[in-house]
Structures are given as structure tokens and as C-alpha cells.
């Protein structure tokens, strides 16, 4: 099972509330049992951890690497339809999926450019309408 990635401000935000999250739990619940582990959870998060994936970077396992424009090698603006021709490509999927949900993502291609040209057409008429009004 692969290791989650995420992206490098992400995981520094993840290991700050985790940090001072356990810190603060182990504080309430036992502190007689648990006090030990405050000064180390503490340190391990903030003083360890987060220098480590500032230095480390993409090379930190749980940090995903970036592509050579900046942008994070797995990006959820994706092109639908580069990442469907992958999955089909790489066999993923079947001839017949591929087909059925090529025809799905172009009918709703369809649909939203239908919905912004109904859109640029109401925009300055409702306007004149809301002027009327005013006037």
C-alpha cells in the first residue's frame, strides 16, 4: 500500500495541529502518566518534523514532488480528458467504459458551454432591467 503524499504547506500544517494536538491531549487525559511524552511530542513535531520537510522538500516521503513549472505533479485541474485517455491507455479501464464516458464528459462540455452563452446573454439585460427599476 503506497504511502499518501501531499503537497509541502499541506503536510506542514498536518504535523502543526498533529503536534500541538497530541501535546494538548496527553496534557489533559494523564498528565501524571503522559508527561513525559509533552516535551517530546512538542519537539518532535515543531523542532524536528517541520525543519525536515522545509530541508527535504520533495524528497520527504510523505511530500509530493512538484513538476518543473511549480505546479504539483498531481493536480486536481487536470484535464478530464488527458486523464481518461491515461486510465484507458494504461488498461484501466475497458474499450467500452471509454467510449460511455468520452460521450458523458463531451455532452457535459456541451452543457456548460450552453449554460456561459445563456449567461453572457442575460447578464446585460438584467442589468438594463435592474436600471429600469431604479430609475
Known amino acids: ?44 513535531g515543531f523542532f524536528v518534523l517541520i525543519p ?35 486510465r484507458y491507455a494504461t488498461g484501466e479501464i475497458g474499450e467500452e467504459e471509454f467510449e460511455r464516458r468520452l460521450d458523458r464528459l463531451l455532452e457535459t462540455e456541451e452543457l456548460d458551454d450552453r449554460v456561459a452563452a445563456a449567461g453572457d446573454r442575460r447578464g446585460p439585460r438584467g442589468r438594463r432591467e435592474r436600471e429600469t427599476e431604479l430609475e
Open 1 to 44: 500500500m503506497a504511502l499518501p503524499t501531499f503537497e509541502k504547506n499541506r503536510l506542514i500544517g498536518l504535523v502543526a495541529i498533529l503536534s500541538f494536538g497530541l501535546t494538548s491531549l496527553f496534557a489533559v487525559l494523564l498528565p501524571e502518566v503522559l508527561g513525559a511524552l509533552l516535551p517530546a511530542t512538542f519537539i518532535l
Open 52 to 86: 525536515l520537510v522545509l530541508l527535504l522538500g520533495e524528497d520527504f516521503p510523505l511530500a509530493e514532488s512538484e513538476g518543473s513549472d511549480g505546479s504539483s505533479a498531481t493536480t486536481t485541474d487536470e484535464d478530464p480528458l488527458t486523464t481518461l485517455r491515461e
